[in-house]
């Protein structure tokens, strides 16, 4: 395995790096970063949340940018305000060496548009931005994209199954013709296809992480095997085994989400919601309880819970199953981080147990029946 000085990354950066605990490149990175660095072409990284995508664009970006220019050189689009928060609070620490300042905005829907206005109004040289937001800017003129050299789609499918296609054609139509696209997506879909053939080079530099390397050892895969009806009883039953330790409970759909969580608040547990049809203040008040650990339970669909990274998950419950095996993936990651280990276990019933081999198969996961 090659080391972060050995793929081109220079030294302030390694220091920022190792103070977050990141020592060795993982295989995206790996992939990544010596191409980034060394190529002024389009690019597709197809790998998983929690695999590092984020330093693996982030630090080519970031070593490609001019500090002495006050113009936006580089757009990080990314599907959810959380996910935003996420990029923007990375890269400043990976920033936190640099001799030259280079300074992160991060725009999105939910926050009011004045304070964002006034933010992009001192020099910004990297914009991190939701699609909707960033339209938002670019039709009040509040930003200008004639000095962009690099955009980045992050989530590219969540962007795309979140309803951001018209957002996203708009903004790689308006963006300078010699902008160079970095497109990062756990999954490539028909539609995302589309807008690849559309906007980006016809000779495309791809890597794929393989989906063996995108397993975290540290996860204990389980499923039990139950009746609908007796769902509920089992699923508390194994929260009241895991002591009050922090979860994730994952649904398909926002009523089975609403439903779930009514009936563990009945039960005096500490739990809520988060889903689309939550205003963006009530939102964050959720995920500010989750993170200070005085909700230990939350209750999410997919989408919603993109971008919420929490230290110290101990289990993932799925309670209903993802309509995509790559969704299992993204939500098992949210447990096991940073070298702890963590639970993900599927409640079933005996039809659904052959979703489960499908997983074995296609993720590379060995589950266990409990």
Not at 25 to 34: D, T
Not at 295 to 305: R, Y
Not at 328 to 336: D, E, F, P, Q
Request: proline share 3%; hydrophobic share 40%; charged share 25%.
């Amino acid at each position: 395995m090659a080391t972060f000085n050995e793929l081109g990354v220079s030294a302030q950066f390694i220091q920022a790096l190792t103070e977050m605990n990141i020592t060795k490149p993982s295989e995206i990175q790996e992939k990544a970063i010596p191409f980034l660095l060394k190529n002024q072409q389009d690019f597709i990284g197809q790998a998983q949340t929690g695999t590092g995508k984020t330093a693996a664009f982030g630090l080519p970006l970031l070593m490609k940018v001019n500090p002495k220019s006050n113009e936006v050189q580089s757009l990080i689009l990314a599907p959810t305000r959380e996910l935003c928060q996420q990029i923007a609070k990375h890269l400043f620490k990976l920033t936190k060496h640099l001799t030259a300042k280079i300074f992160v905005e991060a725009v999105y829907g939910g926050e009011k548009i004045e304070l964002q206005l006034r933010a992009l109004s001192r020099p910004t040289q990297i914009v991190v931005a939701t699609p909707g937001r960033l339209i938002d800017l670019l039709e009040r003129k509040a930003l200008n994209l004639k000095s962009l050299r690099t955009i980045v789609l992050d989530e590219a499918d969540e962007m795309l199954s979140m309803g951001f296609k018209d957002e996203l054609s708009t903004i790689l139509r308006q963006s300078p013709p010699n902008t160079t696209k970095w497109l990062f997506s756990a999954t490539l879909p028909s539609a995302l296809q589309k807008l690849i053939d559309t906007y980006m080079a016809k000779d495309t530099h791809t890597v794929q992480v393989k989906k063996a390397e995108i397993v975290n050892n540290l996860i204990e895969h389980q499923y039990f095997v139950c009746e609908e009806r007796d769902k509920l009883n089992y699923v508390i039953q194994f929260i009241n085994t895991m002591n009050a330790a922090t979860g994730i409970i994952f649904c398909r759909t926002k009523a089975a989400v609403q439903t779930l969580t009514k009936q563990l608040q009945s039960k005096n547990y500490e739990v809520d919601a988060i889903h689309g049809d939550l205003q963006q203040k009530e939102r964050d008040k959720v995920m500010r309880a989750f993170k200070s650990h005085k909700l230990k339970i939350l209750v999410a669909t997919d989408i919603s819970a993109r971008g919420i990274d929490v230290d110290d998950l101990a289990y993932v419950i799925h309670y209903q199953l993802p309509d995509m095996p790559e969704y299992y993936t993204h939500r098992s990651g949210r447990t096991a981080r940073a070298g702890k280990r963590g639970i993900s276990i599927c409640f079933v019933s005996q039809a659904e147990t052959k979703r489960i081999n499908e997983y074995t198969k296609l993720l590379n996961i060995i589950f266990r029946k409990v």
